[in-house]
């Protein structure tokens, strides 16, 4: 399976708890943000974006928040499920940049029964 | 991911050859990107493209290059491998306004 996961910082989270995964990013010019799911062995899967104009976005049982003046995005999940188990990363981009995602490094999701 | 395949999925190599990865779409997408996984790292960007013929450096660009002659084909080649460049290699397509979609990876053992 992906080694990718070796040094990542860990929550550890009772299935059906709620889960809340942080993201600090540190360019201030970043307008464009992204939650994804990496599950081993696997590429990233978009989870939830949302746009510098906004301060909370809902999907189905995840939500993202940004909070742009400390430059913080968390990600929350509810009632979570075994298979929200995977590492989860949040990117950034900003207008002007082709379109480049900037990553940051990763949170595993532990979820135990 | 429906829609960019990556070639080949697994990859051992010596050091000091010439390996070519290839990512290919069928979306028609403008852009391409590829980027390097390793542990303790997310994703980090090694050369994108924004059109045919028309390719940047990312931000570990080094030891690495990339050519891309048709839409649907993005190649990425180290020209000579190394230890350092073991990792785990994903490409994806997309933008800020339709979003992204990645590929399933290359794992690449340079020995």
């Known amino acids: 399976g992906e080694s990718v996961g070796l040094h990542l910082p860990t929550l550890s989270v009772q299935e059906g708890d709620n889960s809340i995964i942080n993201c600090a990013y540190s360019?201030?010019?970043?307008?464009?943000f992204i939650w994804y799911k990496q599950e081993s062995g696997k590429g990233p899967q978009f989870i939830i974006d949302?746009?510098?104009?906004?301060d909370k976005r809902q999907g189905q049982r995840v939500t993202v928040l940004l909070n742009k003046t400390v430059k913080h995005l968390s990600l929350q999940i509810a009632a979570t499920q075994p298979g929200d188990s995977a590492v989860y990363f949040c990117?950034?981009?900003?207008?002007?940049?082709?379109?480049?995602?900037?990553f940051g490094t990763g949170t595993r999701l532990q979820v135990t029964l | 991911d429906a829609g960019i395949t990556q070639s080949p999925r697994h990859k051992v190599t010596e050091t000091g050859t010439p390996v070519t990865l290839r990512c290919h779409q069928t979306e028609n997408h403008r852009y391409m990107y590829w980027y390097r996984q390793d542990p303790g790292h997310g994703l980090r960007l090694i050369h994108y493209s924004y059109g045919v013929k028309d390719t940047d450096k990312g931000e570990v660009s080094d030891g690495y290059s990339v050519s891309r002659s048709k839409t649907e084909d993005f190649l990425l080649t180290l020209e000579s491998a190394t230890s350092s460049q073991t990792s785990v290699y994903f490409c994806a397509i997309g933008d800020r306004g339709n979003g992204y979609t990645f590929g399933s990876g290359t794992r690449l053992t340079v020995v």
């Open positions: 360019n201030s010019a970043s307008d464009y």
């Open positions: 949302i746009r510098s104009n906004m």
């Open positions: 990117a950034e981009t900003y207008t002007g940049t082709a379109s480049k995602l900037t």
